[in-house]
Each structure stands twice: as structure tokens, then as C-alpha cells.
């Protein structure tokens, strides 16, 4: 059976101590690698390659020379396209129809466009006056964070971990990967297109594992990493925060979320329609910024109800290589006990089940996997955990609203603030909305567009810090201010 191992100061190791897990595959659940679990041991040798490399080639290198590397990079994922999507699809069940079009290209993306904004990025300088006439002038420089650790989950891995590794590198830093224990295998496949496009050994390091009492913990207590990106779920940012105080280690938490949906009377139907399908069942609704809230203002609320039932209905659901399947199973048979346990909720609590509300019958072969129904509900009350917690499934629950005031206060009343999207053609509404509500990225009349410029992030429980553009280099520099008395 095929053996994922760490990756460390450029070559593939396995574990001294032996352990290893199963990868398994979500569409039929059988295992079909096994993934070396790191130890203290790796997470060390790994960080220990990450700081020399950092004060070695990596930050002797020129800035040309790093970005163009990060180009020959990006250009290495596009040229195993392939493989990657096989990769992905094989950890997720995800459709390669969709992979192809978000996963794999945003992959190489990410180390494009972090590559050429931080050749183009300004540097600040204040000219002052001094007590005896001849004055200073003061010039910040941005200097790498360091060794920087890395945290991702499973629901877009190489898009979420390239997403903090492409502007990570850009910034001249180093890093330790550590993917999720679900989805390890492109994090895995991207250390061959590191050492061909030639990245030094030690800037990208891997290792593998699980979150506490493994190789996440392992990485986060370790005293040499000077900073931690984490995407994942908000209890697993509070914990990462704890670690990352001890030493008074810099963090990026982008976080869980339960996000509002708000549809107006006003809105394009067909758009919203559209729009609330892709927000609710796209990646069979493993998606942070996905919509599991859905507000309608009650004179369109039962064609809407309608529409989307009908709609939901369509999906194709079938494995990554049917190209007519536009719907796979969840990432793994666990997370679909932890769904089916609101959907079981769903009904104890008296909701109106539109549509789905338990497993598809699936062909022989794929009995084992992790399938679950898209599922829509009406009539809970919003005090129920279905409508207040992150269930992170194909699901959303749909609730009248009488007045714009309402429709923002039903969008705000949790503590988490992640994103939002609202339907209305009408422009003023539109912009007073938006204003609103609380979350730290809202899209009107689309979902899920993203200009990799933007700020990216959460308000409240959602994530701290933001991402993307700028505020990526924010996070993975070190600003130093020269004083200079002339
Ligand atoms: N805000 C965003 O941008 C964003 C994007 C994608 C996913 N998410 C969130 O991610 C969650 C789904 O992903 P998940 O289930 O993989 O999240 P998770 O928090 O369970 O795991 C994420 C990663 O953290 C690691 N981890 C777990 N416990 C740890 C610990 N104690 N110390 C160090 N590392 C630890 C895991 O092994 C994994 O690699 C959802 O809550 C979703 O909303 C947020
Ligand atoms: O599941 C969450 C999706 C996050 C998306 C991004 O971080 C991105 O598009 O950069």
C-alpha cells in the first residue's frame, strides 16, 4: 500500500517511532495509504531544517530570484495538473469537475500572485525635524517573520494550505505544513514540485498527523516557530492561541462560521437561487463561507422555498471521475455522523424537512462511503443548535423576515462573523446592508468571487486577523523602522 511520509529538509522520512495511520477514501471507505504520524521527534528535525534554510540560501536569496522559484512553483502544479486533481479527489471524493475548476488552479495561483505583489509592495518613510536643525528620516523595511508553522484543514486542502504557503515564501519565510490527518496526500505531492522548481531544501517542510497530542500540538508548543497560520475550527484556534502565547508567537486564525444568507423581495431570483445553491451544496457544503442560514423576506419566501427545493433536487450526486455528478460525499464517515446528528436534531426540534434529511441509496460499490442527502429545512426555532451551530454539511434552513431591520438583526445575533451574502437589485439597500452586518467579508449578488488582493477573514469568533494582499504581507513580515539622524 502506498506510504505518505513527512517531508524534511527536502527528503521523504518516515516516522522513528513507526506509527502510522490510514488515508481513507471517502467514497467508498477503504483505506488506500498510510500516513506517517509525526512525533516530536519529526516536528523538531522539520522546524530545525525550516530555521536553517531561513538563515541559510532561502534568506540569502535575492528577491528575484525567490519569486521567480515561487513562479517555477506555481507552474509545477500546473504541470501535474493531473496528478494533484487525482490527489485531491482521491482524499476528498470531491468532483474533479469542481476541483479542476477551484482547487488545482487556485494551488498554483496562490504562489503567483503573492510572488508578484511582494516585488510591487511600497516602502514607508517619514522625513522629521530635529531639535538642532538637521533632522532624520525614518524608513520601514519588511523583514521575513521567521519560521512560520502552518496549520490547514481538509475541506480545500491544497487551495487553503497554498493560501498561506504562497505569500509565506513570497515573504521570504520558511515553513512546517502540517495538513489535516484527513487529506495529507497534496501537501505531501507539493514537496516534488518544490525541490524540482528549486525551492532549497528546508524552506517547505511537511509533517503529518493528527491536532492534540500529535503533530499539530507538537508543532504549535514548539518554542522555534515564530508564527502560526491556522484555518480550522474556532475551538482549534483557541487552543493554537494558547500554545502560540507561551513565547509570545504571532497568529492568523481563520475560523468557523454559521453565515447568513439574506434574500430580499427585491432580489434577481434567478441569481439568488443560483447563488444560494452554490453557497449551500458546493463541496457538498464543506465550505467555511457557506451559507447555512438562509433569511427571505416573507412575500417571496415560498417560491424561494420552492425553487431551491427543486434545484436541490437536481444535484448529481455520484464519485470524483462522473462528470455528470456535481455533488460528492463528505470528507469522511465521521464527519458524517457528526451531520447526520443535526439532521437527526432537525426533526426532534420540529422542522419542516423540504427535502433530503438523511443518506442517498448508492450503488454496491460505494455503500461504504460518506454520502449524506442536500437537505433543506423550514420552522426551527432560531434558538436551535441546527440553526446556531457550524454543522458544516449540505444543508441550510430557511426562515421568513418582514423587514430589512430584522433580516440584520436575524444576521447578526451569533458570535460568529465570517461572511454573508445578500440578494437585493436594489443598490441602496444594498451598500446600508452591507454596512450592517457583521462579517468580515460579504458579497452582494454572487458568492464565493474572490480577488486574492482583498482582505480576507473573520469578525467575532470567526478569525483573527485578515489575509489576502496586503494584509498577507502584514502577517508574514516583520516591520522594522530605520531611524537615520542626518
Ligand atoms: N475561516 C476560514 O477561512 C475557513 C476556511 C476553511 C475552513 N474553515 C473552518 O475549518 C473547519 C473545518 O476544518 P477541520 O475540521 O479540518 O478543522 P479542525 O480545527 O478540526 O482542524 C484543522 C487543522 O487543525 C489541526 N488541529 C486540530 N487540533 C489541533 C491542536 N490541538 N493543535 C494543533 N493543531 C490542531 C488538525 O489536525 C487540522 O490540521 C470548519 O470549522 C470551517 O469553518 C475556516
Ligand atoms: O472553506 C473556506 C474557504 C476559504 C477560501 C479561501 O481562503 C480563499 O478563497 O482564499
Known amino acids: 500500500?502506498?506510504?505518505?511520509?513527512?517531508?524534511?529538509?527536502?527528503?521523504?522520512?518516515?516516522?522513528?517511532?513507526?506509527?502510522?495511520?490510514?488515508?481513507?477514501?471517502?467514497?467508498?471507505?477503504?483505506?488506500?495509504?498510510?500516513?506517517?504520524?509525526?512525533?516530536?521527534?519529526?516536528?523538531?528535525?522539520?522546524?530545525?531544517?525550516?530555521?536553517?534554510?531561513?538563515?541559510?540560501?532561502?534568506?540569502?536569496?535575492?528577491?528575484?530570484?525567490?519569486?521567480?522559484?515561487?513562479?517555477?512553483?506555481?507552474?509545477?502544479?500546473?504541470?501535474?495538473?493531473?496528478?494533484?486533481?487525482?490527489?485531491?479527489?482521491?482524499?476528498?471524493?470531491?468532483?474533479?469537475?469542481?476541483?479542476?475548476?477551484?482547487?488545482?488552479?487556485?494551488?498554483?495561483?496562490?504562489?503567483?500572485?503573492?510572488?508578484?505583489?511582494?516585488?510591487?509592495?511600497?516602502?514607508?518613510?517619514?522625513?522629521?525635524?530635529?531639535?538642532?536643525?538637521?533632522?532624520?528620516?525614518n524608513y520601514a523595511v519588511r523583514r521575513p517573520k521567521g519560521v512560520i508553522g502552518v496549520i490547514s484543514p481538509w475541506n480545500l486542502p491544497l487551495l487553503l494550505m497554498t493560501w498561506k504557503v504562497g505569500p509565506a515564501l513570497a515573504c521570504g519565510n520558511t515553513v512546517v505544513v502540517k495538513p489535516s490527518e484527513e487529506t495529507p496526500t497534496t501537501t505531501a505531492l507539493l514537496g516534488e514540485v518544490m525541490k524540482d522548481a528549486g525551492v532549497p531544501d528546508g524552506v517547505y517542510n511537511v509533517v503529518h498527523g493528527f491536532g492534540g497530542d500529535s503533530a499539530g500540538q507538537f508543532l504549535t508548543e514548539h518554542q522555534d516557530v515564530d508564527g502560526f497560520t491556522f484555518t480550522g475550527e474556532t475551538t482549534t484556534g483557541e487552543t493554537i492561541m494558547k500554545s502560540a502565547a507561551r513565547g509570545i508567537r504571532d497568529i492568523s486564525l481563520e475560523l468557523g462560521g454559521k453565515n447568513a444568507g439574506l434574500v430580499f423581495a427585491d432580489c434577481d431570483m434567478d441569481k439568488a437561487i443560483e447563488g444560494t445553491m452554490r453557497s449551500a451544496f458546493v463541496n457538498c457544503g464543506q465550505v467555511c463561507l457557506g451559507t447555512e442560514r438562509v433569511y427571505v423576506e416573507r412575500s417571496i419566501f415560498d417560491e424561494f422555498v420552492s425553487r431551491l427545493k427543486a434545484e436541490a433536487e437536481k444535484l448529481r450526486i455520484g464519485p470524483p471521475d462522473d462528470d455528470a455528478a456535481n455533488f460528492g460525499p463528505l470528507v469522511s464517515l465521521k464527519h458524517r455522523e457528526k451531520v447526520l446528528s443535526y439532521y437527526q436534531k432537525a426533526v426532534e426540534d420540529g422542522a419542516t424537512v423540504v427535502t433530503g434529511g438523511g443518506v442517498p441509496d448508492m450503488p454496491e460499490q460505494y455503500a461504504g462511503g460518506a454520502w449524506v442527502q442536500p437537505t433543506i429545512w423550514t420552522g426551527l426555532s432560531e434558538d436551535s443548535p441546527v440553526v446556531t451551530d457550524e454543522i458544516f454539511g449540505p444543508c441550510c434552513h430557511i426562515q421568513p423576515f418582514d423587514s430589512e431591520e430584522e433580516a440584520i438583526e436575524l444576521a447578526n445575533r451569533l458570535p460568529y462573523g465570517l461572511a454573508s451574502a445578500i440578494w437585493t437589485e436594489n443598490v441602496s439597500r444594498a451598500h446600508r446592508v452591507a454596512g450592517q452586518v457583521e462579517a468580515g467579508i460579504i458579497w452582494v449578488n454572487s458568492w464565493f468571487l474572490r480577488d486574492l488582493r482583498t482582505p480576507f477573514g473573520g469578525s467575532k469568533q470567526s478569525g483573527i486577523g485578515r489575509e489576502g494582499g496586503v494584509h498577507s504581507l502584514e502577517f508574514y513580515t516583520e516591520m522594522k523602522n530605520v531611524c537615520i539622524k542626518l
Open 1 to 137: 500500500m502506498k506510504e505518505i511520509k513527512h517531508y524534511i529538509n527536502g527528503e521523504y522520512v518516515g516516522s522513528a517511532s513507526g506509527k502510522q495511520f490510514d488515508n481513507v477514501n471517502p467514497v467508498n471507505g477503504q483505506t488506500f495509504a498510510r500516513v506517517h504520524e509525526a512525533g516530536r521527534e519529526e516536528v523538531d528535525a522539520a522546524v530545525k531544517a525550516a530555521r536553517a534554510a531561513l538563515n541559510g540560501p532561502w534568506g540569502k536569496m535575492t528577491l528575484d530570484e525567490r519569486t521567480r522559484i515561487l513562479h517555477k512553483v506555481a507552474d509545477g502544479i500546473n504541470d501535474r495538473f493531473d496528478e494533484f486533481l487525482e490527489a485531491e479527489c482521491l482524499d476528498t471524493g470531491k468532483p474533479k469537475k469542481m476541483a479542476s475548476h477551484i482547487d488545482i488552479p487556485r494551488g498554483a495561483a496562490n504562489f503567483k500572485v503573492f510572488a508578484d505583489m511582494i516585488k510591487n509592495v511600497p516602502a514607508e518613510s517619514f522625513e522629521m525635524a530635529t531639535p538642532d536643525g538637521s533632522g532624520a528620516l
